[in-house]
C-alpha cells in the first residue's frame, strides 16, 4: 500500500524499476527479431534448443494474438507478413542469458521472397474500409506536380481526416496574392529511463506483471486476452515513472504481453527487458510530420483563406492515428482566426516502427506550422509579427474555427502583450530586422542576432472522445480504524504529486498524514483510472479527488463506516465536442502559453546559440509552484534536444547500431538564460495542466529566431552547421 | 576468470570473463540494483561508482581493471551521515530527482563534498554534467549542491 516516493529513498537506490527485480531463479528472455522491413516469412530455423531454453512463436500464442490499443492492432509476434525492420518473431527464453545471446545467433528467418516495397498492407487493420476511401486531395491541383499528395496514394493510408469551413474555392478566386509554404517536423527517439522491460512473477493460477508503462487497465486486459486467463488473474503493478518523456503510454505493451506469455506458459518468473539499443532501434518514437500550406491574402495582407495539407508517418501500425490526425487538422490554424479553410490530414504507412505517443499527441507539431504560417503571413503583411497576431487572435466573442463561441474571455491577447512586454520583443524585433537590411555596411564577422515569438495551447483530453481513453474512476476508502486509502491507477509523473493528493485529503477531511494512503498503481483492487497522458492527473484526478472527498466529509458523521466513494468521469457531451463532425470545444480544459527566443549566430564556428528564452504561462491556479517551474525546466531542455540535435533519420527503413551511438541527446546545460512567468488574470480557476506546454511554442519560436539571424527561410529542425554554412558563408 | 573485487569496503570472489562491464557485475552477479544502468557507452552517466573515491562510469569499466581497486556503490554510502546532509541541501533547493538518475548524482555529489575543503563552482558544474538527464534543472542542482556542501560543513565544524 505504500509507494516509495522520498528523495532519500531515490537517492540511496531504493526505488526499483521492472529490471531491478529479477530474482536470481528467473528466466531471461531474448527478443528475435525481423531484419528486413518488408517480405513474407517461410520459416524459422530453430536449432536444438537444450531442455531449460524455450522458443515460443506466433503458433504459440493460446489467445488472442494481438495487442488491441485504442480500436487498433499490432501483432504481438510475427505470423508471416513483415511490416518493419526489427519487429518480433520468436522470444527465446531460457535461464542463463549467455546461452540464449549464443543460441540466438544461431537462429535463422528464411523469407518466402526478395524484399518488395509493393507489398498488401497486413489484412488484420482494422477500419480498413477508410484506407480505401482515398478521396481526391483537396489541394492538390495548388500544388507542384511532386507533391506529397501523390507520394500519398502510392503509400497507404491509415485515416484521412478532411475538414472544411467557409469556402475557400471563393477565397483564393478572390485572393490578391497566394504564398506557399512547407514546414516539417522531425522523427525522435525516447531513450528515457527505464527502457521498456517488464518483470512478470507466477504465483499459481495468477500473475503479477511489474512495468513501468502508464496504461495498466490497457495492458492488462490485453494480457488476459493474449494468454487466455480470467483478468482477474492478471495483476498489472507500475513503477514509479521517471517522467521526462511522453512514450510510456504503449511502448512498454510489447515487452510486458510477451513477459506473460512466457511466464503462463514455462509457469516461470520472466523478465524481459530491452537495451538501450534495441529501445533506440525498435521502440515506437515520434513521427516525422509533413505540412503544405497555401494562403490567400488580399491586398493589405489580410487572410482570405487556408488550405493546408498534413502527412504523419504513422510507421508500420496505427495506433492512436485517428487522435494524432484529428489533433493535427485542429491545431493547425492555432490561436488564430480564419473564416474558410480547407484541412486534410492524413496517416501514412511505412515500414518503420510504430509512432509512440510523444507530449502533445502530435499538437505541438500543428501548433508549429501553425505559427510559421503566421510569421510567413506577416512578413507579407505591414503590420509586423506581434500586431497581426494581435489583430487575428481567437477572443471572446470570437467563433473558434471549430464552429465554438468564445462566451469567456480567454485572456490570449493580454498573454501575448505581457510576453512582448517581458522580452522587449518589438524593439529588438526592429533592431535586428534593420541589422538584417544593413548588412552591406556592416563587417561579416558580427554575431548575428533574431528573435522569435510564438503561442501556443495544450489540448488536454482526447479529442476522438472514445470512451476506453476517456473515462476515468477512483475511489476514497474511509475505514472503521480512521483511516483513508486513496485507490487510483493512475502513475504520477513524479513524487510531489503524491504529497498533493495526501495533502488535499488532509486538508478536506481533517486527518493526520499518518492515516492517509496512496495505493500502488496496480490494476488488482484499484479502479481504471484511464491512460495516463496529457495531463490527465492534473486536469481529471485530482478534481475527481476533491469530489470524493467532499462526499465523504458529507457522509462522514451520518453513515457508518467504512465509507467508499467512488467518482467516475465520462465522455464529453457530444453537445459540446462532436468528433465525427468536428464542431465544438474538444478541450474543455486548455492551458495556455506564449514564448519568445532569442538566438545568436556565430558566424566563426557556426554555432547557434540560444541566449534567453522567455515563456508566460496560463495553467489556472498553480498547485505548487516550485513542482510548476521544475516541469518547465524539464520540458525546456527535452524540446531543446527535440529541435536542435535529436533526429531520426531512417536509411532504407532501417535504423542501424552506429546511429544509436551517434544519436546523443541534449545534456541540462549551463545556458540559456530562462526567464518563467505564470499569467494572472486575477480571476479563480482550476489548474489546467502545464505538462508538455513548453513544447507547443518554443520549436516556433526557436526556428523563427533563427530564420532571422540567418536571414534564412529554415523550415524544419534541427537546423545543422551546414545549413547555415550554406545560407550565411555560401551565400 | 576469477576476480576478486572490494565492494563497499567488503572482498567478493566473482567469475567472470575479464572485460565483462563492471555495470553489469554489480548489478547481476552482486544483485546490487540500487545503481541503474542505461546506455552502456557512457552517455547517460546513469552508472556512476566510485572507483578509489573517484567517480567512474562503469558500464566502460572492464572487471579487470576494477581488481584490487575500492568500489564504492550508492549502497555502500547510503547509512553514512553525510547522505542526510547533501538530502537536505538538495530538498532546501528544490531539486527533485528522478528514480533513474538520483543514486548516480548521489554518489558523485558525496564525492565532490567530501573528497574537497571546498568546491568551486567548475567543480559543481562538472558534477552536475557527469549525469545526463533531464528531470532537473542545471541552476537549482547547482544551487542544491553549493547548499549541501554548506551543510556539510557545517556539521563538521559544530
Known amino acids: ?731 | 576468470m576469477k576476480f576478486i573485487l572490494n565492494i563497499n569496503g567488503k572482498d567478493t570472489e566473482i567469475e567472470a570473463s575479464s572485460d565483462k562491464r563492471l555495470s553489469e557485475i554489480i548489478r547481476s552477479d552482486l544483485g546490487k540494483k540500487g545503481m541503474k544502468s542505461g546506455c552502456n557507452c557512457g552517455n547517460c552517466g546513469y552508472c556512476v561508482v566510485l572507483l578509489d573515491d573517484e567517480p567512474v562510469y562503469s558500464c566502460l569499466i572492464p572487471v579487470f581493471s576494477a581488481q584490487n581497486r575500492s568500489i564504492i556503490t550508492i549502497e555502500g554510502i547510503a547509512q553514512k551521515s553525510e547522505i542526510n546532509n547533501i538530502t537536505q541541501g538538495l530538498k532546501l533547493a528544490g531539486v527533485n530527482l528522478c528514480p533513474a538518475c538520483a543514486p548516480a548524482r548521489m554518489l558523485s555529489i558525496y564525492s565532490l563534498i567530501t573528497s574537497r575543503h571546498s568546491v568551486s563552482d567548475e567543480d559543481i558544474e562538472e558534477t552536475v554534467l557527469s549525469t545526463n538527464c533531464r528531470c532537473t534543472d542545471f541552476k537549482t542542482l547547482k544551487e542544491g549542491i553549493f547548499f549541501a556542501a554548506g551543510m556539510i560543513t557545517r556539521t563538521e565544524n559544530d
Open chain 1, 1 to 731: 500500500m505504500r509507494r516509495i516516493s522520498t528523495l532519500k529513498d531515490k537517492l540511496t537506490g531504493k526505488l526499483l524499476f521492472p529490471q531491478d527485480t529479477v530474482t536470481k531463479k528467473s528466466y531471461h528472455t531474448l527478443t528475435i527479431r525481423t531484419d528486413r522491413d518488408s517480405g513474407i516469412i517461410d520459416e524459422i530455423i530453430i536449432p536444438e534448443l537444450p531442455e531449460n531454453v524455450h522458443a515460443v512463436g506466433y503458433k504459440d500464442i493460446k489467445g488472442r494474438k494481438y495487442l488491441l490499443i485504442a480500436g487498433r492492432r499490432i501483432p504481438i509476434l510475427v505470423k508471416d507478413r513483415v511490416s518493419y525492420a526489427g519487429e518480433p518473431v520468436l522470444l527465446l527464453c531460457g535461464p542463463d542469458k549467455k546461452e540464449l545471446s549464443k543460441l540466438k545467433n544461431k537462429i535463422q528467418i528464411v523469407y518466402e521472397e526478395p524484399q518488395s516495397s509493393d507489398e498488401e498492407p497486413p489484412l488484420s487493420l482494422e477500419n480498413i474500409e477508410e484506407e480505401v476511401s482515398a478521396e481526391e486531395s483537396l489541394i492538390e491541383d495548388e500544388q507542384p506536380e511532386e507533391t506529397p499528395s501523390k507520394e500519398a496514394e502510392e503509400q497507404k493510408v491509415f485515416y484521412r481526416r478532411i475538414f472544411h469551413r467557409g469556402n475557400t474555392t471563393d477565397a483564393f478566386n478572390e485572393a490578391e496574392r497566394v504564398i506557399h509554404g512547407e514546414a516539417e517536423t522531425p522523427g525522435q527517439a525516447s531513450l528515457s529511463y527505464p527502457q521498456p522491460s517488464a518483470f512478470t512473477k507466477k504465483e499459481g493460477d495468477k500473475i503479477t506483471v511489474h512495468y513501468s508503462g502508464r496504461w495498466p487497465f490497457n495492458l492488462r486486459n490485453n494480457i488476459a486476452s493474449a494468454c487466455s486467463m480470467n483478468r482477474e488473474n492478471v495483476r498489472v503493478a507500475s513503477s514509479e515513472y521517471t517522467g521526462v518523456m511522453d512514450a510510456g503510454l504503449y511502448s512498454h505493451h510489447l515487452p510486458a504481453v510477451h513477459s506473460a506469455l512466457l511466464a503462463t506458459q514455462l509457469k516461470k518468473n520472466v523478465l524481459v527487458s530491452y537495451t538501450a539499443e534495441e529501445n533506440f532501434l525498435y521502440s515506437p518514437k515520434r513521427e516525422s510530420i509533413r505540412f503544405r500550406w497555401s494562403c490567400a491574402l488580399d491586398a493589405s495582407g489580410r487572410l482570405l483563406g487556408l488550405k493546408i495539407f498534413i502527412e504523419q508517418d504513422a510507421g508500420a501500425y496505427p495506433i492512436l492515428c485517428e487522435e494524432k490526425v484529428d489533433r493535427l487538422v485542429e491545431g493547425v490554424t492555432g490561436v488564430y482566426r480564419c473564416r474558410n479553410l480547407t484541412i486534410e490530414g492524413v496517416s501514412l504507412k511505412s515500414p518503420h516502427p510504430p509512432s509512440g505517443a510523444f507530449s502533445g499527441l502530435c499538437l505541438s507539431e500543428a501548433l508549429f506550422c501553425a505559427e510559421m504560417m503566421v510569421c510567413a503571413i506577416a512578413r507579407e503583411g505591414e503590420e509586423g509579427q506581434y500586431l497581426w497576431r494581435k489583430n487575428n487572435l481567437l477572443t471572446r466573442g470570437n467563433k473558434s474555427n471549430t464552429g465554438h463561441i468564445l462566451k469567456k474571455d480567454n485572456y490570449t491577447d493580454q498573454i501575448l502583450d505581457q510576453v512582448v512586454r517581458m522580452s522587449d520583443f518589438e524593439r529588438k524585433n526592429s533592431s535586428y530586422r534593420l541589422s538584417a537590411l544593413m548588412k552591406n555596411k556592416r563587417v561579416d564577422l558580427v554575431r548575428k542576432k533574431g528573435i522569435g515569438l510564438a503561442l501556443g495551447y495544450n489540448g488536454n483530453s482526447f479529442i476522438t472522445n472514445r470512451k476506453d481513453l476517456m473515462t476515468a474512476s477512483i475511489e476514497l476508502e474511509l475505514d472503521k480504524e480512521g483511516q483513508v486509502c486513496f485507490k487510483t491507477s493512475a502513475v504520477p509523473e513524479n513524487s510531489k504529486l503524491l504529497n498533493i493528493w495526501k495533502n488535499e485529503i488532509r486538508d478536506s477531511l481533517a486527518m493526520k498524514a499518518e492515516n492517509i494512503f496512496i495505493s500502488e498503481s496496480t490494476t488488482e483492487n484499484e479502479t481504471d483510472s484511464g491512460p495516463n497522458i496529457l495531463n490527465r492527473n492534473v486536469t481529471m484526478i485530482t478534481p475527481l479527488l476533491k469530489q470524493a472527498c467532499q462526499g465523504v466529509r458529507d457522509r462522514r458523521f451520518r453513515d457508518p463506516l467504512p465509507i467508499i466513494e467512488k467518482k467516475s468521469t465520462r465522455r464529453i457531451s457530444v453537445s459540446s465536442w462532436d468528433n465525427e463532425n468536428f464542431k465544438g470545444n474538444p478541450y474543455p480544459h486548455q492551458s495556455q502559453c506564449a514564448a519568445v527566443v532569442e538566438v545568436e549566430i556565430n558566424p566563426v564556428n557556426l554555432t547557434c546559440d540560444i541566449k534567453h528564452i522567455w515563456l508566460l504561462i496560463d495553467g489556472g491556479s498553480i498547485i505548487d509552484r516550485d513542482l510548476a517551474i521544475k516541469t518547465i525546466k524539464s520540458d525546456i531542455t527535452s524540446t531543446l534536444g527535440w529541435i536542435t540535435r535529436e533526429k531520426i533519420e531512417y536509411r532504407a527503413g532501417h535504423l542501424k547500431n552506429e546511429d544509436f551511438y551517434d544519436y546523443k541527446i541534449r545534456p541540462i546545460l549551463k545556458k540559456p538564460a530562462i526567464s518563467i512567468s505564470f499569467f494572472d488574470s486575477g480571476k479563480k480557476s482550476p489548474p489546467r495542466g502545464i505538462g508538455g506546454l513548453v513544447y507547443k511554442c518554443l520549436p516556433a519560436a526557436y526556428l523563427q529566431a533563427v530564420n532571422q539571424a540567418a536571414e534564412a527561410r529554415f523550415t524544419g529542425f534541427p537546423v545543422k552547421k551546414e545549413d547555415l554554412y550554406n545560407c550565411l558563408v555560401k551565400s
